[in-house]
């Protein structure tokens, strides 16, 4: 049955242009050699579709039937020749080319060409009653001359043409030079021309025959002529001829009529057609959508048809390799570059040719025993030595007849087949096919259906009884259903296995999978729980397990493991002696087990001084109770393995679980000082289970990696009321690791401070420490000026010092060791922080204490007593407050005349007003305030002692102005500007003791101005009405230069006045004049004088003379001090 | 008529599947609604790249026909809430017609929106409601004919 069905090669190829080639001696001629060689070899796909034979001259090909010139009474006898696809593709030539080694010039040319023509003769012979085509080429020495030039050739070969009877056009010359592959292409395309005519004749010759036929008698003609014309458009290289026809043959196909007896036959031709119109589709003209319809048609039409009963396994087979070859064709075309989609590609064809390759193996065995008792029939009904139509029954080759000719005949064709049938292992069958589907999937991203096939081909090798392979497939699969929690496929799977390892005594599987199946998971009935736990103790003790049957619905029910298995030899091993029992590690985190467990530390974490709680509940879910006999917990510190651990023996009870219990398990154990500032993590939780006496002792390891970070603050478990025992498995959060922290500070530091604190001021921070502790030794304070975040040019200004008079060693941090301090003691201690520039201060304070003999926390753990030789404890607090600037300072220039001025004249006096005007909450006591003038420029006018009264500013505006008078010297000439230098300030807080504060102020610049001459005028205080006042005006030339002054005065009413009216005073460099004159006064009260006039200065500077502009003296004059009125009393009676 | 319906959570674990009475395999079922899960995934993945954000709420619900198979047809549904809701029809059965299972699934939709209204029902939970029970069996074939066996 399989060669039946199975696509012969020649339809599987792509039909070509035959041609032979004779007359080439290949084996003895190099030319020969090298011409052949070209036609033949390195046919890239570039290159025309030919295909060359080199034959014998004498070759005899197929003999041409004796042509039929009339149908009427042919009875076809089936639907398609297995031989003709052959004959045409690789025996009946549609060229025959004759190589002749003949020059023009040849002397011999008489004889050679008559030589020639009888080569082809013998040709012409041997294809008598065939169209096919015939040509010469002669294989000449010398290059040719182009056509029409060499008069003997043209003439000749014209007499060559006549004598072989051959047209002008079949004759051609090949001169054996350089560019052979170049003539060689060229002829080719030449016989590729000429064998399309012979394929084409061929063609309408097909087609003629159709007006011949009728409907009735020859109905097994049409699909056939149809295919025929469509293979030889194939052999022309026109595919959608090609398809048109093979089409035409399918439709002409699916109009027979189908029986029992033709089934096949309609089956398998229907199946070629399909192939080739598919395989055009895909491969010649790009219309993948085309081949797929085509497909699902052809399926679903023939889907139904199954033939006998009997043979329904030959039917799924057929339909089984329709889709393989169809998943072929589709994945040559995706090689080709055609592009699919996740939910059309080759995979489901692979896929659904594996599951008619299953229905195959089912239909085969459910045949298995109605035939098990027959022989195979004899003679052998499927000894056909060959067969001459496609898809026919070897013992009645082309009967066309409804009813089979011989009804035993027929029983014992069936019989043969369907025992070469059984024969099969068709599990080697499907299984490729699934592996092929597996990578199509894989390629289209569906990894469950993936995984879904990976399990078909586990019970495939199920089957086929390889149960290591089944058992490593499932192993692959399971996980994916594991995670995403798919109960009753990982039950199915598991329980796969669990047999799988049954048979093959693979104790490791066996109990892992016993494991799963186990578990709440699984979705086992109880009673088989109970086995399969009986079953497990059964094998820890060392003694065979009872065979289970799990329900299995996947995997088939005729399958070979029945309900009386024996024990499989490789349990035998079990029971043999051993001294030592073995350990076996399960990997727990990767199954779905009976028993649970979960860790957690009761704290995220514990200080040094206390003992770490780490809590542990295991859950069981198991029908039966269970007893382990140790529980134990790994940490990253293996120091304290040995205070985790629990042992139990049977009978006991600390590991006695009854089933579906959940317990709680406590560790408690004191912390290592090394461990301090470290996390403690849970590595794994390990149960055992088994004996010390029985064969093997399971270690149950669950890994605790910290991925999945969860410290949640508010998990508080449901307690475990031991007498209810119902708690929440779901809600108890693993919290995997722990931190060690230092013991809890319990020194009480208490800053006292008065803020806001002012700038530069020495600002005190007052620290009581009073001790809770026994005895707190080298206690230490470290205080740390802490950075502010957006900004650290206060952190620049500060300083933190103890002293507050001298700030020694001022600096950001500071550390005090204030040694030892029982128990209610207090220590003082003040700290001082200085800031210049005003902003908000952050101090950190750490303390640091040892405490020893800490006998109170002596703990008692698994019975030894714990000793801590010392351990540090540690707080830390930060204090803020504000800096602020105590007062606010100006300073305001006047002229003696008290008028305000931007600048001053040399050697002139001035006045400088400087106030303080407080802002600062606290009142301040402003001890002394200080003018220091720089050491050259100004200086103070007057003679006065600095040393004032101490003022307060009480309240926040109030001012403390201070008038100075003061002078640039005439020394200061070349300068623009002079320093006023700095004004001191010594202040306080009000009422504290603390030490005063200087603040250095600076002053502002001066801008200078210079004259060239000064004036000054002696007046007295007061006038007295009518008595003369006797003033003296002293203009000095403060200049190298001669000038001549032009001054006046303006008389006024108040005044009697005698003196110059207008005069012009001549002046040598450093002279000065004296103008003298005398003031009456007519009126009381403060009255304006005679105003000195200075109308101009002219000067010799260098030769000529200018004039001083007139607002320059205008302005000088208003810095005078020339008083501009004067007081007059009346005079004094008596 | 449906032969199997599957309604899988967000997380692609089962929340509920039912087959038609008399089905051999049933496990076969749960396989076909966890395989079909690749293509609604691939779709919903597409889906989401296509259309913008502001309409991913207002997108299709309804996937239609899964992947090829060629005894049944698979149907899918995904919620807002990425709950997806499979429906697995024979392919014999042409009568059906797609707005036909569009309304399947509204169906559907609506028993699934009153199970999670419960307020007893913890979410993420395996359905276990009577209501939504009888409105799925209402749409599954009411009794498998016992087919010849030799019919593929």
Redesign the interface.
């Known amino acids: 049955m399989a060669n039946s069905i199975t696509l012969p090669n020649e339809l599987q190829c792509c039909p070509k242009p035959f041609v032979v080639l004779t007359g080439l001696d290949i084996t003895y001629n190099a030319v020969h050699k090298t011409i052949w060689d070209a036609f033949s070899n390195n046919r890239r796909p570039d290159r025309l579709q030919v295909k060359f034979a080199c034959l014998p001259g004498d070759h005899a090909f197929p003999r041409c039937k004796t042509k039929r010139s009339s149908y009427d009474w042919y009875i076809p006898k089936g639907l398609l020749k297995t031989k003709w696809m052959t004959k045409h593709l690789n025996e009946i030539p549609a060229l025959v080319v004759v190589f002749f080694e003949l020059d023009w010039d040849e002397l011999a040319w008489r004889e050679r060409h008559l030589a020639c023509a009888s080569r082809v003769q013998v040709v012409r012979t041997s294809l008598q009653g065939r169209t096919t085509k015939v040509a010469v080429v002669l294989i000449q020495k010398s290059t040719p001359l182009p056509p029409g030039e060499d008069m003997v050739a043209a003439e000749r070969a014209a007499a060559l043409c006549s004598a072989c009877d051959l047209s002008s056009k079949s004759l051609f010359v090949l001169p054996h030079s350089d560019h052979l592959l170049g003539y060689i292409v060229r002829l080719e395309s030449a016989f590729v021309e000429l064998a399309q005519t012979y394929y084409h004749s061929e063609l309408r010759r097909v087609k003629a025959h159709k007006e011949f036929l009728n409907k009735t008698t020859h109905q097994l003609l049409f699909p056939r002529h149809q295919f025929k014309i469509a293979f030889f458009s194939e052999f022309m290289q026109d595919a959608s001829t090609a398809l048109k026809h093979y089409r035409q043959s399918y439709t002409h196909i699916h109009e027979l009529r189908s029986h029992a007896t033709n089934n096949l036959e309609v089956k398998v031709v229907g199946g070629f057609v399909n192939y080739k119109i598919c395989s055009l589709c895909f491969l010649k003209l790009n219309a993948p959508l085309d081949a797929i319809n085509q497909f699902q048609r052809h399926?679903e039409q023939f889907?139904?048809q199954?033939g006998n009963?009997d043979l329904?396994f030959e039917h799924?087979a057929w339909?089984s390799q329709q889709y393989l070859l169809f998943a072929d064709l589709f994945s040559n075309a995706i090689e080709q570059g055609l592009s699919a989609i996740?939910?059309?590609h080759p995979g489901?064809y692979y896929q659904?040719a594996a599951?008619?390759a299953t229905?195959r193996r089912q239909?085969a065995l459910s045949l298995c025993v109605s035939i098990e008792s027959l022989n195979y029939p004899s003679p052998d009904p499927l000894a056909a030595e060959s067969m001459d139509f496609f898809g026919q029954r070897p013992w009645r080759q082309g009967h066309q007849r409804i009813d089979p000719p011989d009804v035993a005949m027929e029983n014992d064709g069936i019989l043969a087949l369907q025992k070469q049938e059984l024969q099969l292992d068709h599990s080697w069958i499907i299984i490729p096919l699934i592996s092929s589907a597996v990578t199509q999937f894989k390629k289209f991203?569906?990894?469950?259906?993936k995984r879904?096939l990976t399990?078909k081909m586990a019970i495939e090798y199920y089957h086929a009884e390889d149960y290591s392979k089944v058992i490593v497939l499932l192993c692959r699969a399971t996980p994916a259903?594991r995670e995403?929690?798919?109960c009753?496929?990982l039950t199915?799977l598991v329980s796969i296995i669990f047999q799988c390892s049954y048979m093959l005594a693979d104790v490791q599987n066996y109990l892992t999978s016993s494991f799963e199946l186990l578990s709440s998971l699984s979705q086992l009935p109880s009673a088989k729980k109970k086995l399969i736990q009986e079953n497990m103790f059964l094998i820890l003790c060392g003694k065979l397990p009872k065979y289970v049957t799990l329900p299995s619905?996947?995997v088939s029910q005729n399958n070979k493991v029945c309900d009386n298995v024996v024990v499989p030899p490789a349990w035998e091993d079990l029971t043999a002696s051993l001294e030592n029992p073995r350990t076996l590690h399960v990997e727990m985190t990767s199954l779905v087990p009976f028993v649970e467990c979960k860790a957690r530390f009761s704290q995220p974490e514990f200080s040094i001084d206390t003992c770490i709680c780490m809590e542990v509940f295991i859950r069981i879910t198991c029908p039966e109770p269970i007893q382990f006999i140790e529980l134990s917990v790994g940490l990253n510190n293996f120091d304290y393995d040995s205070a985790c651990i629990i042992s139990d023996t049977p009978g006991h009870g600390a590991l006695y679980y009854k089933s579906q219990e959940i317990r709680k398990h406590v560790f408690e154990f004191p912390v290592d000082l090394q461990d301090l500032y470290k996390s403690i993590q849970v590595k794994n939780v390990t149960l055992k289970l088994g004996s010390e006496t029985g064969r093997y002792i399971l270690q149950l390891n669950w890994l605790k990696t910290d991925n999945e970070i969860d410290h949640e603050e508010s998990d508080i478990i449901n307690e475990i009321h031991s007498n209810q025992g119902t708690v929440d498995w779901e809600s108890i959060k693993e919290r995997k690791s722990t931190n060690v922290v230092e013991r809890k500070s319990r020194l009480d530091v208490q800053v006292h401070h008065s803020s806001p604190a002012l700038t530069n001021e020495a600002f005190p921070l007052t620290f009581v420490i009073t001790s809770e502790e026994d005895l707190a030794e080298n206690i230490n304070i470290l205080i740390t000026l802490k950075p502010d975040d957006h900004d650290d040019s206060f952190l620049q200004a500060a300083h933190l010092s103890v002293d507050c008079d001298s700030l020694v060693r001022p600096s950001k941090t500071l550390e005090m060791e204030l040694g030892c301090l029982k128990r209610k003691e207090k220590l003082k201690r003040t700290v001082y922080i200085r800031s210049s520039v005003p902003g908000a201060a952050t101090v950190t304070v750490q303390t640091q204490y040892n405490v020893s003999n800490l006998s109170v926390q002596s703990v008692l753990v698994a019975g030894k007593q714990l000793k801590m030789i010392s351990c540090p404890s540690k707080s830390s607090f930060n204090i803020c407050f504000d800096v602020v600037e105590p007062f606010s300072f100006t300073a305001h220039l006047m002229s003696m005349n008290m008028e305000s001025i931007s600048s001053v004249y040399l050697g002139q006096s001035f006045l400088m007003l400087a106030s303080l005007t407080t802002h600062s909450v606290w009142p301040i006591e402003v001890q002394s305030s200080q003018h220091n003038p720089p050491v050259e420029g100004v200086f103070s006018a007057m003679s006065y002692s600095q040393n004032d009264e101490v003022s307060v500013l009480a309240s926040e505006g109030e001012s403390l102005v201070k008038c100075l008078a003061l002078v640039v010297p005439d020394s200061m000439e070349k300068t623009d500007t002079a320093e006023l230098g700095l004004y001191t300030v010594r202040w306080k807080r009000y009422g504290s003791k603390n030490c005063t504060t200087e603040t250095s102020l600076k002053l502002p610049t001066l801008t200078i101005r210079s004259f060239p001459i000064s004036i000054d005028a002696n007046f007295p205080a007061y006038g007295v009405l009518r008595k003369s006042i006797k003033v003296t005006y002293n203009i000095t030339n403060k200049s190298k230069d001669f000038k001549i002054i032009e001054a006046g005065f303006e008389s006024v009413e108040a005044f009697m006045f005698s003196g110059p009216k207008q005069t012009k005073i001549f002046l040598s460099p450093f002279d000065s004049h004296s103008i003298k004159c005398i003031f009456i006064p007519l009126a009381l009260g403060y009255q304006a004088l005679p105003k000195m006039q200075i109308r101009g200065i002219y000067q010799q500077h260098k030769g000529s003379t200018e004039l001083v502009q007139k607002e320059n003296i205008d302005n000088f004059c208003l810095h005078c001090l020339i008083p501009t009125h004067l007081y007059i009393k009346p005079m004094l009676s008596g | 008529m449906a032969v199997c319906i599957g309604v899988i959570a967000k997380e692609n674990y089962p929340l509920y599947i039912r087959c038609a009475p008399n089905v051999e395999n049933e496990v076969n079922f749960h396989f076909t609604v966890h395989t079909s899960l690749d293509v609604i995934e691939e779709k919903v993945a597409s889906l989401g790249k296509s259309t913008s954000i502001s309409t991913t709420d207002l997108r299709e619900f309804y996937l239609g026909q899964l992947y090829p198979s060629e005894d049944y047809r698979i149907y899918g549904y995904v919620t807002n809430t990425k709950v997806k809701f499979v429906i697995v029809v024979e392919a014999a059965n042409t009568q059906l017609r797609d707005n036909e299972v569009r309304s399947m699934f509204r169906r559907l939709h609506n028993a699934y929106t009153d199970v999670i209204c419960n307020p007893f029902h913890v979410p993420g939970d395996k359905i276990k409601s009577k209501s939504f029970d009888s409105v799925a069996s209402s749409m599954i074939v009411p009794e498998r004919k016992k087919e010849n066996p030799l019919v593929i």
């Open positions: 399926v889907k139904y199954f009963p329904m799924c339909l996740q939910t059309q489901f659904q599951h008619y229905l239909h991203h569906c990894p469950r259906l879904h399990i259903y995403s929690r798919w009753s496929i199915q619905e996947i």
